[in-house]
């Protein structure tokens, strides 16, 4: 299931959280930056973007699925982060994060960011394209 979907960029600025089925609030900075240094670190040491973080352990884990997305002419990056709990299907999550960078591509590489148009955005297609998908694993 998923508790959380956030889209952050490589400079640790939240476009956009939503959190889902009563999982509590989470603060969108806080998150975004804590993925823009993880980030950034694997990148460093380990040459890769950042896949899968897991807290706890055996069945009460909570994952934390990082998809990157490269934004060459920006120089950064655009994190799309799920944070889910129990099994889930890599390639779906895959399939929605590719789905949201091309629908938002030109907002998120704006200088001149708007919160409301990215939110309503990705809101409605999660709502028509991937309408169950937080309990779709």
Same mark, same amino acid.
């Given at each position: 299931?998923?508790?959380?979907?956030?889209?952050?960029? +490589? *400079?640790?600025?939240?476009?956009? $959280?939503?959190?889902? =089925?009563?999982?509590?609030?989470? !603060?969108?900075?806080?998150? +975004?930056?804590?993925?823009?240094?993880? =980030?950034?670190? =694997?990148? *460093?040491?380990? #040459?890769?973007?950042?896949?899968?973080?897991?807290?706890? $352990?055996?069945?009460?884990?909570?994952?934390?699925?990082?998809?990157?997305?490269?934004?060459?002419?920006?120089?950064? +990056?655009?994190?799309?982060?799920?944070?889910?709990?129990? #099994?889930?299907?890599? *390639?779906?999550?895959?399939?929605?994060?590719?789905?949201?960078?091309?629908?938002?591509?030109? *907002?998120?590489?704006?200088?001149?960011?708007?919160? !409301?148009?990215?939110?309503?955005?990705?809101?409605?297609?999660?709502?028509?394209?991937?309408?169950?998908?937080?309990? +779709?694993?």
């Amino acid at each position: 299931m998923i508790l959380c979907l956030q889209i952050c960029d +490589s *400079q640790g600025f939240p476009f956009y $959280t939503r959190t889902f =089925g009563g999982y509590s609030e989470v !603060d969108g900075a806080l998150l +975004s930056g804590l993925v823009s240094v993880i =980030g950034n670190l =694997g990148r *460093q040491i380990f #040459k890769q973007n950042i896949a899968t973080i897991t807290f706890g $352990t055996a069945n009460e884990a909570t994952n934390m699925i990082v998809v990157a997305k490269d934004l060459y002419s920006e120089n950064k +990056s655009i994190y799309f982060v799920f944070y889910l709990k129990g #099994k889930y299907n890599n *390639q779906f999550i895959k399939e929605i994060a590719t789905t949201l960078f091309i629908e938002n591509k030109i *907002q998120l590489c704006s200088t001149d960011f708007e919160a !409301d148009p990215i939110k309503i955005r990705v809101d409605n297609l999660i709502k028509v394209k991937f309408n169950d998908f937080k309990n +779709s694993f």
